[in-house]
Every structure is written in C-alpha cells, then in structure tokens.
C-alpha cells in the first residue's frame, strides 16, 4: 500500500487521502554554536501519486487558504514560522522517482546530500530527487530556518 508519513513516536497530525502524516518532532540537528529543530520524513519507495505539499496551513484573511500535506504549522515555534512559506514546495513524482521542487521566493530551499557538508540553493521550480539521507532546509542559513531529512522506509538509517 502507498503511505508516506512524516513521522514522531506518538503525534498524528493529518490524516488526509490515505497519506498518514505524523510529526517526528524535536530531532537537534547541531548548527555551529546554535542548534535548529529538526523533522524527518519517511515513507515506503512509490513510484506515482498526487503531489504532496510541504509549507504551513494559515491564511490572510484576502488570501487563498493553502492545505498542505506536510503541514509544518504545528510543530514549529510561532517564531520560526516565517521562515516557511505557505506552499513552500511540492514533492512530485516522474519517471518513478520523487522530486523536490521549491515554489519560495522570500525563503529559499537548500539541498545537502547525506555525506556532503555544502548545501546547495534550489532555484525557484527547480526540481530536486530526493535521496535517503538528504537534509533538505526551508529558510536562510544565516536566519530562522526548518531543517528536514528525507529517509526511506526500509532503507539504513545514518546519523548524518
């Protein structure tokens, strides 16, 4: 069966057209001197299904309301909240595989693969395939951001 989540050990966010999404929570993930909260998002390998949105699910009042599917809303500190748009990207799959792709002007989305130590700025659309162990970062490194590790079900963990 196709599921992905966004996992925490005790936390159901969403559950919305059979895609469980639960928040994996307060992973530190060590920054220089300062550490960021951190989430990880698992799910089983697919090869196709709707886009999955990533951002937070808060509206203007003149604006249109975004649902995402990985709301990170939540589970981030009202602080923080800035530092993720509402439709901040989009996980689409082609060819089988699933691809990132940024949709933040103010933001920015970086990309670092497991075992690398630089992180690489996504350009606006840019797509991006995600990889087991990829950190992927919603903000500006030298401001509030929101760190996520993509890790496939099934797959080795790491420590990276």
Known sequence: MNELALFEREE?????????ILYLGNERIRV???????????????????PIRVGREDAPPDEMHIHPEIDLSPVM??????CVSRLHAVIEWQDGKPMLRTYSRKSGTWVRRSGETRKRLLQLHEYHELKHGDMIQLGHPRSIYVRLRIQFLGAPTDNT
């Open 12 to 20: 159901l966010i969403k559950f919305n057209s059979g895609l469980k």
């Open 32 to 50: 220089s001197e300062t550490y960021a909260q951190g989430f990880m998002i698992g799910w089983k390998r697919l090869e196709s299904g709707p």
């Open 77 to 82: 500190p009202v602080a923080q909240q800035g």
